[in-house]
């Protein structure tokens, strides 16, 4: 039997990830970091390069160990990671810089930048390239001229961090279209490099790594890196990608129209599109996909996720002690009070994220609306359900401004992510967006698609779509409940005003917002 490695770094942790041939996950080593904010520097969060690559080898150390094989057993690796973080080298191919994708440092360059070409620089920059300036690398780079310039000078390529790790396993720098597409640099029709944008915002154009495509071999395991990471020198290294559209990938979400909605710590509605299309009101960023000449919709729902963990950490310690006394999740604890309260949770409306608006995007303060005093209709398992109501409505919500520039009409949904693990929860997604779900039985998927890219490389597989399509196998699947539609419907709506209300309040000064994108223009209060 041959096995695949996936190594997986995530905004919080690094995971190494043992599947068979058959997309069986075998063993996981895992090790959460942590990123370095800089004195003085708002916002910053630097990549710890040297630490982390510690970490890498020991995850990889430990998945061989609990999987009980030899390094030798291991056919390829692929490496993929989040998106926007982004690492420099210097001539030597030596890395010397790097940020996590939260990083934040960039305010006024991203302002600076918006400026250009009275303010026309940004719009170029996303029909090129799917990608708006705040969560792009110019910006980054732009700081670093301004106020790090001996790195500036220094460097000489710029990766992100999967294709990092790829380097320090094979030697070989390079990039792939879907993860070097978030840095607003790459043209969507060609997937390569676009140097004519960093021209015009006054950055070197020179610093552009080579581009190769998910699946592509980049080399074998160097001497040095067997020896840190256990792994035998030789063993091919295949390019991946990034994390989203491998999980993708993962999915069998592979074809123009299948979408996805991957419920994570945010929440990504992942739409293919039939042909390259950019959506003129800037909301809806645009990505390679891991398919080639294929591109993707994305909405994001902000810190969905973290959201419930918060709800769960703050209010339900009584669950938590509950469900460890009966050996249960406590989620899945919390979901079965959740589900005796009625639909439209009494009324309760959380206010956390947004529906997507990629080109002035920022976020309401975090509250709960029209509570009441009544302890038999608002309380614990209200909220929480309440809280599981509005993350479909915003991902409803983002579905609707996808198919409205795409004309992309959707018949199913795929439900991945430690957010499908919850019975309700997905029939809830069904019954506010009036589409069937279905649940697959790898809710992480990130590293399976990794793991296909590693096998397509090693030419254990003939293809990434059709090796994706293979080994994705379903759980379960949810139809709508048609009772419930006009009350989501109605739900949506009242939702959309009120958000819009309080964002005034942000505007006014009154409350604090959850989050907005660097750069972010102050709207006019009337």
Known sequence: MSYLLALDAGTGSIRAVIFDTNGRQIAVGQAEWKHLSVENVPGSMEFDLAVNWQLACRCIREALYKASLSPAAISAISCCSMREGIVLYDGSGEPIWACANVD??????????????????????????GQTLALSAMPRLLWLAHHRPDIYRKAATVTMIGDWLAAKLSGELAVDPSNAGTTGMLDLATRGWRPALLDMAGLRADILS??????????????QAAEESGLVQGTPVVMGGG??????????????????????TFWQQVVNLPAIKTDPEMNIRINPHVIHNMVQAESISFFTGLTMRWFRDAFCAEE???????????????????????????????????????KQWYHAAPSFINLSIDPEKCNKAT????????????????LEQISGF?????????????????????????DVTGLPVRV???????????????????????????TGERLVQWQRAFTPNPAHRELYDEMKRKWQK????????????LTTSMWQAPGLAPRAVS
């Open 104 to 129: 934040a440092r960039a305010s006024r360059e991203v302002s600076e930048l918006k400026e250009i070409h009275d303010f026309q620089f940004e719009s170029e920059v996303y029909h090129v390239s």
């Open 210 to 223: 080579p581009v190769k495509e998910t699946g592509t071999v980049l080399g074998g395991v160097t001497h």
């Open 243 to 264: 994390d989203v559209q491998l999980g993708c990938l993962g999915l069998g979400i592979v074809r123009a129209g299948q979408t996805a909605v991957l419920g994570g």
């Open 320 to 358: 938590k002690l509950l469900a460890e006394r009966l050996g249960v999740d406590t989620y899945a604890l919390m979901e079965e009070m959740a589900s005796r309260v009625p639909a439209g949770s009494h009324g309760v409306m959380p206010i956390f994220s947004d529906a997507m608006h990629f």
């Open 383 to 398: 909220l929480f359900r309440a809280l599981e109501e509005n993350a479909a409505i915003v991902s409803a919500c983002n």
């Open 406 to 430: 795409s004309g992309v009409k959707f018949d199913s949904l795929v439900f991945a992510g430690g957010g499908s693990k919850g019975v309700l929860w997905s029939q809830i997604l069904s």
């Open 440 to 466: 697959p039985v790898v809710k992480e998927a990130t590293a399976l698609g990794c793991a296909i890219a590693a096998g397509v490389g090693a030419g254990l597989f003939d293809s990434l779509a059709n």
């Open 498 to 509: 009120v958000y819009a209300d309080q964002l005034t309040l942000v505007d006014s000064g």
